[in-house]
C-alpha cells in the first residue's frame, strides 16, 4: 500500500515519470466528474484512484459557479441526457435539487459500501487471529460485492488471499495483504462525519429521508481580533492581554472603539461590520436562538422574532459607524486575499472561515491574530458557529453511477484524505508557502491532519496551531442552513431582508416578514397537491399548425385567391424557395418553435426536468401581485433616462468628428473603440472608475474641491447613485452611435447650409432648422433601437452590482433571467419574456404611428 501511495505522491510532483505508471488498456473507459478543484492533493488522488482502477480515466472538467457548480449548466446537462457521472455540489443546495428529483438517492450504495467494509474487517480479523476458515466466507461475499465495480486493487488483493489460502499459505504470510484490504475497502459511515455535515446532505422526513450526498469538505466560521489595535485601544484583560468581546453589547462597543476616521470624515479604520469577512444573517439569528425554518421543511420562520432582535443588531452596528453605504464604500476600496484589510490593520474585528488562516500565515505571517466564538445574542443560549462546505452528489442520467460512487468512498477514505493534505503541503512548501489543511469533515482525518502536519511544523506560529484546534472543536456547535427545496430563494431574500432593513427602507421586522411571505408562498406551491393536467404536446402543436393554416388561408382569401397561387407555384417561385429552405427550416425549427413553445410554456408550470401542467393564466396573475416584478420595471424604465442622453453625445461627438482636420481618421477610431470593448471587460473596468474611495472619477471630482463625491455604485440613490452610475457608464460607448450619426450628416446637402447662411441664419439655428430634420430617420432609429436595448439591459447588473445596492439595480431581464435559470421557474419566466414582448412591441408601434409627424425623409 505505501507503495502504491509513493509512486502517486512522486508522479504528481513531477519527480518520476509516467512510463512507471500502469499502462492504460485499450478500452479505457472514462469516469467525468465536475469540480471546481485542480489543487497538486486532488489530482494525486486522481491519479491513485486511476492506478487502483484499472481500466478507467478520471476524466475532470469544470462547471463553476458561484455556489460551486454552475446551476444553468448542470440543469442542461441533466436534461439533455449528458450528465457527468459526479460533481461537487454546495450542500446547502442538495434538498432543492433533490426535489427536482436531479441527483440518485445514495442510501444503497452507503449500506453496500459499509457491508464491504465489514466483510474486510472480518477477513482481518480471521486472518490475525489464525482462523483462515471463517475467512471463506467474507471472502465470497465480499467477491460478489466487487464484482459489480469490475477489476480494482480491493479484487486484486482479494484474489492473493484467496490463492494464498488456497495454497496453504501461513495466516501470518497473508496478514499485510488483509491489512490493506481492510484498509481499501473503507466504507461510508454516517457516524464519522460531523452531524452538521451529514444532516446537510440529506433531505426528507420520516421514511422518506434520504441521503443525496457525501460531505466532502466544510468550514466553520469564528471572530478574527487583531491582539495589537485591541491592546492599543485598552481593550485587555487584568494582565494586560487583548480581551474578545463576551456578548453582542461588547461585539458593539468595541467595534465603536475600534473605529477610526480621517480628517475629511471618512472611514479609515472599521471596529466591526456584521457583514464584512464571511457572515450573515443567519449567523446572528442562531446566535440569538432564531430558526429560520420548521424541523419538518414546510414552514418558513425568516421572521422570527429573535431572528429580527438579530437583525436591528447588525442595524444599530452599522449606523454607529456611519451607515452600510460608508462601510460598503470603505470596502470597496480593498480587494479580497492578500488585500484583505484585516491583513493590514484596516479592519478590527472580522466573522470569517477557518480557511482564511491560511492567507494569513502566508501575507502577514507576523500578525497578532487571534480567534473565538462569536459570542451569542442576548437571547442565545450559548456561542454557536455556522458550518457550510461542498459535497458529492451523483446525478441522474450518469452513465457510471456505480463507480461514480466508488469513487467517492475512494476519496473519502482517511487514507486518501491524508494523501491530499501530504500531496498539498508538499507542494505548498515546494512554492515557499505555509499550508494549514482545510478542514475536513471527518472528525478523525482533522484529528490526523494536526498530528501530521501542523502539530509539528515549525513554519507556523503557534497561534495558528492553536486556532486550528479551536475550528475543530467548533464543528461539534455547529448550525447548518436549512435543507429545504427553496435553500436559495431563503437565502436571497434573507439577504435582500438584511439590505433593506440596514439601509432603513423597513424596520427589521417588516423586512422579515415580506421575505417570510415569499418563501412561504413558494412552499405552499411546491407542496401543494395538485390535479393539473400534464401538457398534451400533440394537441398543442396540432392547435399551432391550425392557427397557422387559418392565417394561412386568411392570406390566401385577401391576396387575390387563385392568383397567389398561380404566383407561389411559378418556376421561378419554387426554384427561390428550394434554395432558401434550408434557411426556412432554421427558421421554423430554432426560431418559430422555441417562440411557439414559450407562449405554451407561459401557460405552464414547468421546471425543465419535469412535464409541464397546464395552469392557464396563472403565471400572469402571479405577476399583479410580484412586488419584484414592478420593481424590476420601474428600474428598466428609469434607464430610458440614458437614451436622450446617449443620443445627445454620440450626436456631439458625431459634429466634432465632422470637422475637416488632419488626422480625423485617428480620432474616430479612438473614439469609437469603446464600442468594441466586450461588455465583461468594460464593467469590470468601470467598477474601478466608479469605485468611491480610489476610483477616477470621484478622484477627479476631488480635485475640483468635491469633498463628498457620490457613492455610484454602492448607492441606491436615484440622482447619483447605482443607476445613474450605468447610465454613465453607457455614455463611455456613445462611439457606437457616433458612426451612425456621422453617417447621417454626411449626408445633409451643404447646400442647404449655404442657402441658410445668405439668408442669415446662425449656428443654433442651422442646427434646429436643417440639421435635426435631415437627421430626424436616425433619430428615429436610434431612439426605437435604443428602447429596445434598454428594456433589455443585463450585463452591467449581472457582473457589476449583482441587482444591488436594495435591487436597485435588478432589471426586468435579471429578474426573468434568475427566475429562469437562478429558481428554474420556466413557465413564469415564460410569461415575463412575453410581458416583455409586448411591451417592446407596444412602445415600437407607438413610436411609428407617431413617425410620419417629425421623421422627414428626402424624398419628402
Not at 459570542?375 to 455556522?386: F, L, N, V
Amino acid at each position: 500500500m505505501f507503495r502504491i501511495l509513493s509512486v502517486t505522491v512522486l508522479v504528481s510532483a513531477g519527480l518520476l515519470p509516467l512510463s512507471v505508471c500502469p499502462a492504460a488498456d485499450d478500452d479505457m473507459q472514462e469516469l467525468a466528474i465536475w469540480t471546481v478543484w485542480r489543487y497538486p492533493g486532488f489530482k494525486a488522488a486522481m491519479r491513485q484512484f486511476e492506478v487502483e482502477h484499472p481500466g478507467w480515466k478520471v476524466i475532470r472538467s469544470t462547471a463553476a459557479g458561484a455556489g460551486g457548480m454552475d446551476p444553468q449548466k448542470l440543469m442542461c446537462a441533466i436534461a439533455g441526457g449528458s450528465p457527468p457521472d459526479t460533481l461537487v455540489q454546495d450542500r446547502f443546495s442538495v434538498g432543492e435539487w433533490a426535489i427536482r428529483d436531479a441527483f440518485l438517492p445514495l442510501d444503497e450504495y452507503i449500506a453496500e459500501s459499509q457491508r464491504q467494509e465489514i466483510c474486510a474487517c472480518a477477513i482481518r480479523d480471521a486472518v490475525a487471529a489464525g482462523k483462515l476458515a471463517d475467512a471463506r466466507e467474507p471472502l465470497e461475499k465480499l467477491a460478489a460485492a466487487l464484482e459489480k465495480v469490475g477489476r480494482s486493487r480491493q479484487m486484486e488483493i482479494l484474489s492473493d488471499i484467496r490463492a494464498g489460502i488456497a495454497e496453504g499459505m501461513l495466516a501470518e504470510d497473508l496478514k499485510e495483504l488483509a491489512d490493506d484490504l481492510a484498509e481499501i475497502c473503507e466504507g461510508i459511515d454516517p457516524a464519522e462525519y460531523y452531524k452538521a455535515c451529514w444532516e446537510e446532505a440529506c433531505f426528507g422526513m420520516g421514511d422518506e429521508r434520504r441521503v443525496f450526498a457525501v460531505p466532502n469538505s466544510t468550514d466553520d466560521r469564528a471572530l478574527y481580533y487583531n491582539e495589537d489595535l485591541f491592546e492599543r485601544a485598552g481593550l485587555v484583560d487584568e494582565n494586560g492581554v487583548a480581551r474578545p468581546p463576551k456578548n453582542w453589547k461588547e461585539l458593539g462597543e468595541f467595534g465603536r472603539k475600534l473605529t477610526e476616521y480621517d480628517a475629511s470624515g471618512k472611514l479609515f479604520r472599521v471596529g466591526f461590520a456584521p457583514n464584512y469577512g464571511n457572515s450573515f444573517l443567519y449567523m446572528y439569528g442562531w446566535l440569538n436562538g432564531g430558526a429560520f425554518m420548521s424541523k419538518d421543511g414546510r414552514t418558513c420562520t425568516l421572521n422570527d422574532p429573535l431572528i429580527a432582535e438579530a437583525l436591528q443588531f447588525m442595524v444599530d452596528v452599522y449606523d454607529d459607524i456611519g451607515g452600510i453605504e460608508k462601510v460598503e464604500a470603505f470596502q470597496s476600496g480593498f480587494g479580497a486575499g492578500e488585500l484583505d484589510p484585516f491583513l493590514t490593520g484596516l479592519v478590527a474585528m472580522k466573522v470569517d472561515g477557518n480557511g482564511f488562516q491560511n492567507l494569513i500565515v502566508n501575507c502577514a505571517p507576523n500578525l497578532r491574530y487571534n480567534v473565538v466564538i462569536t459570542p451569542a445574542g442576548p437571547s442565545g443560549e450559548r456561542p454557536i458557529t455556522w458550518s457550510g462546505g461542498f459535497s458529492w452528489v451523483i446525478p441522474i442520467g450518469s452513465r457510471h453511477p456505480r463507480m461514480a460512487f466508488e469513487f467517492i468512498r475512494f476519496m473519502m477514505s482517511d487514507r486518501i484524505i491524508n494523501l491530499r493534505n501530504d500531496v498539498s503541503s508538499k507542494f505548498a512548501i515546494s512554492q515557499g508557502r505555509s499550508f494549514i489543511p482545510p478542514m475536513s469533515p471527518k472528525p478523525e482525518s482533522n484529528r490526523k491532519a494536526y498530528e501530521l502536519l501542523v502539530q509539528g511544523n515549525v513554519d507556523l506560529p503557534q497561534r495558528a496551531k492553536e486556532c486550528f484546534v479551536k475550528f475543530a472543536d467548533m464543528m461539534k456547535v455547529s448550525k447548518f442552513r436549512p435543507v429545504t427545496p427553496v435553500g436559495q430563494l431563503l437565502w436571497d431574500e434573507h439577504w435582500r431582508a438584511s439590505d433593506e432593513a440596514i439601509r432603513h427602507r423597513y424596520t427589521p421586522q417588516e423586512a422579515l416578514d415580506i421575505g417570510c411571505k415569499k418563501v412561504q408562498e413558494r412552499l405552499d406551491e411546491i407542496f401543494r397537491k395538485r390535479d393539473d393536467p400534464k401538457v398534451n404536446w400533440a394537441y398543442s402543436i396540432t392547435v399551432v399548425i391550425l392557427l397557422l393554416g387559418c392565417c394561412a388561408g386568411i392570406a390566401f382569401l385577401c391576396n387575390g385567391r387563385m392568383e397567389l397561387v398561380r404566383r407561389l407555384l411559378r418556376r421561378e417561385s419554387l426554384a427561390g424557395y428550394s434554395f432558401a429552405s434550408p434557411w426556412l427550416m432554421g427558421l421554423m425549427v430554432l426560431t418559430a418553435g422555441p417562440i411557439v413553445v414559450s407562449v405554451i410554456f407561459s401557460l405552464c408550470r414547468y421546471d425543465v426536468l419535469h412535464a409541464a401542467e397546464f395552469v392557464g393564466l396563472e403565471n400572469y396573475r402571479r405577476l399583479l401581485g410580484d412586488s419584484l416584478f414592478w420593481k424590476s420595471l420601474g428600474n428598466t424604465v428609469f434607464m430610458m433616462l440614458g437614451i436622450p442622453l446617449g443620443m445627445a453625445v454620440g450626436l456631439g461627438v458625431a459634429m466634432l468628428l465632422n470637422a475637416k482636420v488632419k488626422g480625423m481618421q485617428v480620432y474616430r477610431t479612438i473614439f469609437y473603440l469603446p464600442a468594441i470593448v466586450p461588455v465583461v471587460a468594460s464593467s469590470i473596468l468601470w467598477l474601478w472608475v466608479l469605485n468611491p474611495e480610489q476610483g477616477l472619477l470621484n478622484s477627479f471630482l476631488r480635485m475640483f474641491g468635491v469633498t463628498n463625491p457620490p457613492l455610484w455604485l454602492q448607492s441606491e440613490s436615484l440622482l447619483f447613485g447605482s443607476k445613474t452610475a450605468i447610465i454613465v457608464m453607457g455614455l463611455w460607448g456613445a462611439g457606437a452611435g457616433m458612426i451612425i450619426w456621422l453617417a447621417g450628416l454626411k449626408g445633409i446637402p451643404a447646400h442647404l447650409y449655404e442657402a441658410a447662411s445668405i439668408d442669415g441664419a446662425g449656428t443654433l439655428d442651422k442646427f434646429f432648422h436643417i440639421t435635426l430634420p435631415m437627421l430626424s430617420p436616425y433619430i428615429f432609429f436610434n431612439l426605437i433601437m435604443g428602447i429596445i436595448g434598454t428594456l433589455q439591459i443585463f450585463a452591467q447588473a449581472y457582473i457589476m452590482t449583482n441587482g444591488g445596492p436594495a435591487d436597485s439595480t435588478l432589471f426586468y431581464v435579471f429578474y426573468l433571467f434568475n427566475k429562469a435559470f437562478r429558481y428554474f421557474e420556466m413557465g413564469y419566466a415564460s410569461a415575463l419574456a412575453w410581458i416583455l414582448f409586448i411591451l417592446i412591441l407596444a412602445l415600437t408601434l407607438f413610436q411609428l404611428l407617431l413617425a410620419p409627424k417629425w421623421v422627414h425623409y428626402e424624398a419628402e
